[in-house]
C-alpha cells in the first residue's frame, strides 16, 4: 500500500515522500486517524524489511521525530 500510496508505482519512496503525503493527507481530511496510524506502522514495518528507500542516522530520527509529532497530532484530534 505505502509505494502506490506515495508515488502510484511500484517502488521504494522515500521518508519524504511519505512524511509529505501523510501530512498532505492530515490536512486535507482525506484519510482518517486509524488509516495514517496504518501507514505508520506500514512505514516502521517497510523500513526493517528494506522496501522503503534506505535512511542514513540523520534521516532515520528525524522520521522518528515527524513520526512522534504526527501520533501526537492524531491524539489531540
Given at each position: 500500500m505505502?509505494?502506490?500510496?506515495?508515488?502510484g508505482r511500484r517502488e521504494k519512496p522515500t521518508i519524504s515522500q511519505i512524511v509529505g503525503q501523510v501530512k498532505s493527507a492530515?490536512?486535507?481530511?482525506?484519510?482518517?486517524?486509524?488509516?495514517?496510524?496504518?501507514?505508520?506502522?506500514?512505514?516502521?514495518q517497510g523500513i526493517k524489511g528494506g522496501a522503503i528507500a534506505p535512511m542514513s542516522s540523520g534521516k532515520e530520527e528525524r522520521y522518528n521525530q515527524v513520526k512522534e509529532a504526527i501520533e501526537n497530532l492524531l491524539r489531540k484530534m
Open positions: 505505502i509505494e502506490t500510496f506515495v508515488t492530515l490536512t486535507h481530511n482525506i484519510l482518517t486517524k486509524e488509516e495514517i496510524m496504518q501507514i505508520l506502522g506500514e512505514v516502521e
